[in-house]
């Protein structure tokens, strides 16, 4: 049985990441090491899992069409901790969009998810803020003929969603991928809240 805390804990977190994110003015501040990125969360049906769950993509802002990183996560409530299954898309392609285009985000169904073993991510209240991080050390990545796992923190406010993934080498423990000079800083361009069930 889930407690009220729990649901109003999730609920919470789930408000606070429904949304388009930009890090264009870090972008803009230091081209040299910054892309400018577009970040959307977009809160899926109920029915969909009937529990609170998002599809997510990641894309240049130059080319919002053409998504590097697509998934499907659902919000679980554990105790003070808020778990976040990760899913991927078993033909991504056909998807691109559905962050800022409602009509292609119904075409999404259950049949068309596969899911991404160890790599939930687990958040915890944080004063104002959610802080999340990726379970364990098993989330793997193969990258550059290497294998890797994946260490990926996230912290989230109303109007802000900071984040850092590193891909590291299982064997060396180097870091093979990612970022070398610190997070990602995203502003909400416009929240989807609205759009929860």
Not at 8 to 18: E, F, V
Not at 42 to 52: C, D, Q, T, V
Not at 90 to 102: E, M, P, W
């Amino acid at each position: 049985m889930i407690s009220n805390d729990n649901t109003n804990l999730l609920i919470s977190l789930a408000q606070l990441m429904a949304g388009d994110f930009s890090n264009q003015q870090q972008a803009y501040e230091d081209p040299k090491n910054f892309a400018h990125i577009r970040i959307f969360f977009r809160p899926l049906p109920f029915e969909f899992f009937n529990a609170i769950g998002f599809y997510s993509e990641q894309s240049y802002d130059y080319d919002i069409w053409n998504p590097y990183r697509q998934g499907i996560h659902q919000l679980i409530a554990q105790g003070d901790q808020i778990y976040v299954e990760n899913y991927g898309l078993k033909d991504g392609y056909r998807y691109a969009g559905a962050g800022h285009n409602l009509d292609i985000l119904k075409t999404i169904t259950p049949e068309n998810i596969q899911k991404r073993c160890n790599c939930s991510m687990i958040f915890k209240k944080n004063g104002n803020s959610f802080r999340g991080e990726v379970e364990g050390k098993q989330c793997l990545i193969p990258r550059n003929g290497r294998q890797t796992y994946l260490i990926s923190e996230v912290e989230i406010t109303e109007t802000t969603w900071v984040s850092l993934d590193r891909g590291i080498d299982i064997n060396t423990n180097e870091q093979i991928w990612g970022s070398a000079v610190g997070p990602l800083k995203f502003t909400k361009r416009a929240s989807f809240a609205q759009e929860l069930p």
